[in-house]
């Protein structure tokens, strides 16, 4: 059930058992058409009062006019007060004082007899059942409202607060679920203060307007992107577009359209509360999109880490985002997530499957027996282990290390070197002897520029990768001064 089915079944149940009820809401929120709806609907004889502009003399209490009757023998003049037919006849049975508030003392001394006992200046009306009324909320400055006293808030049996919102069954009836549902989306996205600005009664004003082809932006302030608003009620709400797209499974085209920053931003919410949805439309965003949006919502980074081997954009952004090492929670998340699941680790290890092999090759092509420490050293850089470890196992190899080392030993010492330094976070690498490092990326880059100069330049211009962990790291804990690349 609605909550618009839900309001009137109240107002039905609060009509049948006489209830006096206070509507409280801002402007614009159709206060005025659900009671109107509810009177027609309980069929009752009703009067609307718009208690601002009237004179509670002229429309209920009665007019005074000189009557002349016998009394005792004689003719005798005096006053009678003569009501409105409504009143005068008595058939009267719910009354409704719109903006309660902004009327005068008069007029709502004379409602609280009306409320209370159903009659005024003691002479009741037979047949009235209820009396309503609304008010905007006294506690906001933005009204210009008098402020209901407490014996007046407490002849209402029932306070009811109305939302701040655009009602879609009365859109829908109005314009249409399809223009109803695009224009309440697009409301939704709006920041508080344009929503403040735009009243759901402003809204409606909005889509007469798109009906007989007039200019939204006469009618809506041009800080509420009136474009996005045009571009929904031409194509639609965005849920069915998306749904839609997913349904045809048409990946160009809806890659296409979620590149646009509009239906991106209005999209995502929708695409994040399905793992279905996610299935088909995270794979087609940019790695910084879906980067961020792992950042703020923990379920998409737990479909990420699920879905990890069926997509390789969700493999580079896992090691991108290691590799960065910007959002450590994050980062923390995703190596505990590879402690737990078997599957998941073996698949990110192969993020060091490049390195590995150029590890091996180098050590194979080696005369020495130091390749073996390298191999080792290498074999205990896995994702799954603590950083302690993987510190304490570089520490001991870093005692192997000799001052005079051959070509090959010396690069798949910087290829291993390169790998710890994507594993280790920074925070622990700050906090450890960091400065080891430096001395022995210069210990191997020396030596194999003095033996083979050609090997040297291949590293340091053409394959800078080999040692870019290295750098970045070091830059973070502000050694990379330390470490010569001018050999």
């Not at 952004?317 to 680790?345: F, G, H, P």
């Not at 194999?448 to 340091?460: F, G, L, M, P, T």
Request: hydrophobic share 40%.
């Amino acid at each position: 059930m609605s909550q618009s089915d839900v309001l009137r079944t109240k107002m039905a149940s609060w009509i049948q058992n006489k209830q006096n009820v206070l509507f409280i809401g801002k402007h614009g929120i159709g206060k005025t058409s659900l009671v109107k709806q509810a009177f027609d609907d309980a069929k009752l004889n009703w009067l609307y009062f718009s208690a601002s502009t009237m004179d509670p003399w002229c429309d209920f209490i009665g007019v005074p006019k000189e009557t002349t009757e016998s009394y005792k023998g004689k003719d005798i003049s005096y006053l009678k007060l003569v009501r409105p037919k409504a009143f005068a006849t008595g058939e009267v049975e719910a009354l409704f004082f719109d903006e309660l508030n902004r009327s005068h003392k008069k007029v709502r001394n004379a409602v609280m007899e009306l409320i209370q006992f159903k009659s005024i200046n003691g002479e009741k009306f037979p047949n009235l059942k209820v009396v309503w009324a609304a008010i905007n909320p006294f506690e906001e400055e933005v009204y210009d409202v008098e402020r209901l006293d407490p014996s007046h808030l407490d002849r209402f049996q029932v306070h009811y607060k109305l939302p701040y919102k655009p009602d879609l069954d009365y859109f829908s009836s109005k314009y249409g679920d399809k223009f109803a549902k695009s224009a309440i989306e697009w409301w939704n996205e709006l920041n508080e203060e344009e929503k403040e600005k735009i009243s759901p009664r402003r809204l409606d004003y909005a889509l007469d307007t798109f009906n007989f082809k007039g200019d939204l932006r006469d009618v809506l302030p041009v800080t509420s992107n009136v474009s996005k608003l045009i571009g929904a009620l031409t194509h639609g709400p965005l849920i069915a577009i998306i749904e839609e797209l997913m349904k045809t499974k048409n990946k160009v085209e809806a890659k296409s359209f979620i590149s646009n920053e509009n239906n991106y931003a209005s999209a995502i919410k929708y695409i994040i509360e399905s793992d279905t949805m996610m299935k088909f439309f995270l794979p087609l965003l940019s790695r910084e999109k879906i980067a961020s949006v792992i950042s703020e919502d923990d379920s998409v980074i737990n479909f990420v880490l699920k879905n990890i081997k069926e997509e390789e954009v969700f493999m580079d952004l896992c090691n991108d985002i290691i590799k960065a090492n910007q959002n450590q929670a994050l980062v923390k998340k995703i190596r505990k997530s590879l402690t737990e699941n078997t599957n998941l680790n073996d698949a990110l290890v192969n993020f060091r499957k490049e390195g590995r092999n150029t590890v091996v090759t180098y050590a194979l092509k080696s005369n020495s027996s130091f390749y073996i420490d390298i191999l080792k050293f290498d074999e205990s850089l896995k994702p799954s282990r603590l950083p302690e470890d993987i510190w304490a196992d570089f520490l001991e190899f870093a005692k192997t290390i000799p001052e005079y080392i051959n070509v090959n030993d010396a690069k798949s010492c910087l290829t291993t070197m390169n790998a710890f330094c994507l594993l280790v976070l920074t925070s622990d690498f700050n906090k450890n002897n960091a400065n080891t490092i430096p001395g022995i990326v210069n210990n191997c880059l020396k030596n194999i520029s003095e033996k083979d100069r050609n090997a040297y330049q291949d590293i340091s211009k053409n394959n800078f990768f080999v040692i870019k962990n290295v750098l970045e790291k070091c830059k973070i804990a502000g050694s990379t001064n330390k470490i010569k690349l001018d050999w």
